[in-house]
């Protein structure tokens, strides 16, 4: 079944394999191989203390509400039968991806056909448990989630009143957010939405709602613990931070330039030959040679040196040519990339731009990069989509940039 579904947010099968058994008698052990997808479960981020706001929680649902309705609008339908946090990974975008497919169904059961019962309590209907899952048998399941990412509780160890999880004491989300839970999770499965395209189109009806109940921006909140002291520059950062009442601007320190010994490297060879081929005649072939082996060790070494100051050079000026600006005046934030002209530098081309209002979140995530496999950490933006900072950065630099950005996001 996963080798036949192709969905961005479902890990892709890639093979399978048979585990060797020395004993003939003992039962078979298959393995199947996934696409890999680098994050952590919803269950673990519980585990970690992460508190779920609602706005996190509208989008959470969003997205899986969004993998449902590929999965239920197959020929033939395919049932997950099995959501909760731990099969719900959030990856380096924060974005959420729908995992183990052990407990899928590929049809809807007959009467009077065996079943196996699958789920598990707290988050399986009560149809689903006399085999007769439906596709409102996973909405059930993804309200069920919501409840425990909201409360920090396990649905089955919240009180419940005729059949319903009762959840709503000591909660403080908008009521509407409330009601739609409700009916996601009504024991009677004629009481909850028919689709995923329904709860869907319920669930943004109702946000739209409520924006234009209230002017004011949602909290933008960074998905890191906050520290309580205030972090300082690091030492040694190669970033800059400019801020006034209106303007952020981040932008990396002017890359280095060649020096005048690099210059005087490149032009010195030539000398060196003429002198040595001068040497030759005054010192004779044995000293002659010598002085030769010497010289060129020294001069392998020199030019290597030479070599990596070049790199440097070049890297800094591609991996760190991004600059990161939010306006309040223009109600935007920009990543740009500047050039150098002579003694100047000026902003010449934006890498993206969204308004301030859109952003979600602000995050400090570690990421491996693909040319070299090694682990950096860079800040990501969230809006409608994750705009990721192409800086190589210290975990130091971008935590303080994360805090920074936060900072002056709350004042505004």
């Known amino acids: 079944m996963l080798k036949s579904l192709k969905h961005p947010r479902i890990p892709k099968y890639q093979d399978y394999f048979q585990v060797d ?18 994050g952590i479960t919803l269950k673990e981020a519980l585990e970690q ?3 779920f706001n609602e706005e996190e929680l509208r989008r959470i649902a969003r997205e899986i509400l969004q993998i449902l ?7 033939p339908l395919v049932l997950h039968r099995d959501i909760k946090p731990s099969n719900l990974i959030l990856d380096q975008d924060h974005q959420i991806h729908l995992i183990d497919f052990g407990a899928v169904q590929s049809k809807v059961a007959l009467p009077g056909t065996t079943f196996t019962v699958v789920g598990t309590v707290g988050y399986t209907p009560l149809e ?12 059930y399941a993804l309200g069920a989630t919501l409840i425990h990412l909201l409360t920090g509780i396990a649905p089955a160890e919240l009180p419940q009143d005729d059949l319903k999880i009762r959840f709503q004491d000591g909660i403080s989300v908008n009521p509407a957010f409330i009601e739609w839970i409700e009916r996601m999770t009504e024991p009677s499965v004629e009481k909850r939405f028919k689709s995923a395209r329904q709860a869907l189109a319920s669930l943004d ?15 933008i909140q960074t998905l890191r613990p906050k520290k309580s002291l205030k972090l300082s520059r690091p030492a040694n950062s190669r970033f800059v931070l400019k801020k006034t009442a209106t303007r952020l601007e981040i932008q990396p320190i002017n890359p280095p330039k060649p020096n005048r010994i690099f210059f005087l490297g490149l032009g010195i060879g030539p000398i060196i030959i003429a002198f040595l081929y001068t040497l030759r005649w005054i010192l004779g072939d044995s000293m002659y040679e010598m002085l030769l082996t010497f010289l060129i060790m020294m001069s392998v070494l020199f030019y290597c040196s030479l070599f990596l100051e070049l790199l440097r050079i070049v890297f800094d000026n591609t991996t760190n040519r991004q600059h990161l600006y939010f306006d309040i005046q223009q109600n935007r934030f920009e990543i740009g990339r500047n050039v ?3 003694s100047t530098s000026k902003r010449t081309k934006l890498d993206f731009w969204d308004a301030i209002p859109a952003i979600k979140y602000v995050m400090a995530t570690q990421a491996v990069r693909y040319n070299d496999g090694r682990t950096v950490w860079t ?4 809006t409608d989509r994750s705009y990721s ?5 210290t975990e130091a630099e971008c935590m303080w940039l994360v805090q920074e950005i936060q900072d002056w996001l709350d004042s505004n």
């Open 21 to 38: 058994q020395q004993n003939s008698s003992e039962s078979l052990w298959w393995g199947l191989v996934q696409t890999y997808i680098p």
């Open 49 to 51: 203390g992460h508190k």
């Open 69 to 75: 309705v590929f999965l239920h609008e197959l020929s």
């Open 128 to 139: 689903q448990f006399i085999g007769k899952a439906a596709p409102a048998s996973d909405l």
């Open 205 to 219: 009806a109702k946000q739209d709602s409520d924006s234009k109940k209230t002017n004011s921006v949602s909290a």
């Open 340 to 342: 150098s002209s002579g």
């Open 379 to 382: 800040v990501i933006i969230r």
């Open 389 to 393: 900072l192409k800086w190589s950065l």
